[in-house]
Nanobody, 115 residues
Framework: QVQLVESGGGLVQAGGSLRLSCAAS????????MNWFRQAPGKEREFVAT????????YYADSVKGRFTISRDNAKNTVYLQMNSLKPEDTAVYYC????????WGQGTQVTVSS
């Protein structure tokens, strides 16, 4: 069964950087794209970024545009999120999933940005 494992989160100061990883097992090539989402306490899940598997087309939420970079390694079935110039507003649990959020959700990885 497909499994998503997010990692790389942590506690950083504003302006710092983190690199998140999303390792997927099985069936990743059957999906059109992979997304990063985030959810802060008391808030709804929010779209962050997407990347297509084949061509690598990317799209970002306005809130992270210019600061975050999504990438993928098809051979490793892994998607990354390079997060630079982090702000306290970026504090959330970060998840990955396909474009429809149809895969089983992983545990997510906590990103905490202090001011």
């Amino acid at each position: 069964q497909v499994q998503l494992v997010e990692s790389g989160g942590g506690l950083v100061q504003a302006g710092g950087s983190l690199r998140l990883s999303c390792a997927a097992s099985g069936r990743t090539f059957s999906t059109y794209a992979m997304n990063w989402f985030r959810q802060a306490p008391g808030k709804e899940r929010e779209f962050v970024a997407t990347i297509t598997w084949r061509i690598g087309t990317t799209y970002y939420a306005d809130s992270v545009k210019g600061r975050f970079t999504i990438s993928r390694d098809n051979a490793k079935n892994t998607v990354y999120l390079q997060m630079n110039s982090l702000k306290p507003e970026d504090t959330a649990v970060y998840y990955c999933n396909d474009e429809n959020g149809s895969l089983p959700w992983g545990q997510g990885t906590q990103v905490t940005v202090s001011s």
